[in-house]
């Protein structure tokens, strides 16, 4: 049976093609992304602009078409914090639906964080233990602590890396001032998190899904051998930091050019470390482990588990 995920988030609009068979691992067939960084679109009353609207319809209509010619048997529709927060999002959500030709499912920021907390357990395993989660989005941050395939805390706060850098970090290079002013909040907002998790045994793995993590990653972490000859990413702290005040003073055109660092995630990277170094001081976290699942692989897992397969015939 082959599956599609449309997560639209604050970021992209991104699409995943998956074949999926009873007791089996998904296998992505097609990815297919489109750059809108939707917070670029709002505006002061908190709604999405007409431009911002269309872009993000256009994109959708093209995600759709792609889903179509790859046969896909059952699209699932998902929307994250850029939709679900703007004041105009019931109109939005309406556009969306239409050029979509189904319903559209807005997810709550636990939910975002459960869906994904799913995710990296699959990919982990059981034999993984306590898990931390960071996950950065565009327009928020989930974390999420806990040793089943549900967290037994999940939290979402404003943090994405394009709210922050509309908010904190809009000059060009933005400048190691405004990075501390945006410490200063993120230490602030993150507070009722921190004491949340502070009843969680002490993690077996810390991980970071993202896009934004992963580029960090490439950036500041190094490889290590991992199962069956493949490799995963480790980001420690330390080295995080020690980027921060050169990626502050470098403009977006010269960061596209770091390792790891592309085009679309320049200008709001910067944003992205200090909410995600600022997160990781506070829970006393040195390293982290990059996860290659996330969001969308949470959502389809969760719906083939809900499907009710039939035996074969004998």
Not at 19 to 46: F, H, I
Not at 55 to 77: D, I, P, T
Not at 90 to 104: F, K, N, P, Y
Request: proline letters at 5%; hydrophobic letters at 45%.
């Amino acid at each position: 049976m082959r599956l599609g995920v449309l997560d639209i988030g604050s970021n992209t609009v991104h699409l995943l093609v998956a074949d999926v068979r009873p007791g089996g691992r998904p296998q992505a067939t097609t990815s297919k992304r489109t750059v809108l960084r939707l917070m670029r679109y709002l505006q002061e009353d908190g709604s999405i602009s007409a431009e911002g609207v269309d872009a993000l319809v256009s994109a959708v209509s093209e995600a759709r078409a792609v889903a179509e010619r790859e046969n896909v048997a059952e699209l699932l529709a998902t929307a994250t914090s850029a939709v679900r927060e703007a004041t105009n999002g019931a109109d939005v959500i309406a556009r969306i639906e239409e050029a979509l030709g189904q319903d559209l499912q807005v997810l709550g920021g636990e939910s975002e964080a459960r869906f994904t907390f799913l995710a990296v357990r699959r990919w982990f395993g059981w034999s993984a233990g306590q898990i931390l989660l960071f996950d950065i989005g565009g327009g928020s941050l989930e974390i999420a602590a806990g040793a089943d395939e549900l967290p037994d805390v999940a939290s979402s706060v404003p943090l994405g890396a394009g709210r922050m850098t509309v908010e904190f970090l809009s000059q060009d290079p933005p400048g190691e001032e405004a990075v501390e002013v945006l410490r200063a909040h993120a230490r602030e907002t993150l507070a009722p998190v921190v004491a949340a998790m502070a009843g969680q045994p002490r993690s077996d793995h810390v991980v970071g899904s993202s896009k934004a993590i992963r580029s960090l990653a490439k950036l500041a972490g190094y490889p290590v051998p991992g199962w069956s000859g493949s490799e995963r990413m480790l980001l420690p702290r330390g080295a995080l930091g020690s980027w921060i005040p050169r990626l502050s003073r470098l403009p977006a055109s010269a960061r596209q050019e770091l390792p790891g660092i592309t085009a679309d995630r320049a200008f709001q990277i910067v944003a992205g470390a200090v909410v995600l170094h600022t997160a990781m001081t506070l829970l006393d976290i040195d390293e982290l482990e990059v996860s290659p699942w996330a969001l969308r692989e949470g959502v389809l897992l969760r719906y083939i588990e809900s499907l009710s397969w039939s035996a074969p015939a004998v």
